[in-house]
Nanobody, 128 residues
Framework: QVQLVESGGGLVQAGTALKLSCVGS????????LAWFRQAPGKGREFVAA????????FYAAAVKGRFTISRDNAKNTVDLEMNDLKPEDTAAYYC?????????????????????WGQGTQVTVSS
């Protein structure tokens, strides 16, 4: 069975950087779409970033584009999220997710429902 575990969250000041990591205990298929979502108090789970099997084929929410970078290492079953210039509005619980479905072209699901595997989340709190 596939299990995902996030790490790297914490309390940081605005303008600083933080790197989140997600490790799969089972084998993540090289064609799986990997993604990061976040959920702030009172809000639903929000798409942050995703990466397809091809390195460099990445997608970002408008709120984080240019500040966050997603990457993956298929050999290590990991997906990372490098967060730069953090803002208080980035405060949320961050979750990694994996979707086994195949998507053609430049597309990844941005809703939570297609993703089959989820981590338990890691909290990121950004103070001003």
């Amino acid at each position: 069975q596939v299990q995902l575990v996030e790490s790297g969250g914490g309390l940081v000041q605005a303008g600083t950087a933080l790197k989140l990591s997600c490790v799969g205990s089972g084998r993540i298929g090289s064609t799986y779409t990997l993604a990061w979502f976040r959920q702030a108090p009172g809000k639903g789970r929000e798409f942050v970033a995703a990466i397809r099997w091809s390195p460099g084929d990445t997608f970002y929410a408008a709120a984080v584009k240019g500040r966050f970078t997603i990457s993956r290492d298929n050999a290590k079953n990991t997906v990372d999220l490098e967060m730069n210039d953090l803002k208080p509005e980035d405060t949320a619980a961050y979750y990694c997710a994996a979707d086994r479905h195949y998507y053609a072209g430049a597309y990844v699901p941005r809703g939570a429902s297609p993703y089959e595997y989820w981590g338990q989340g890691t909290q990121v709190t950004v103070s001003s």
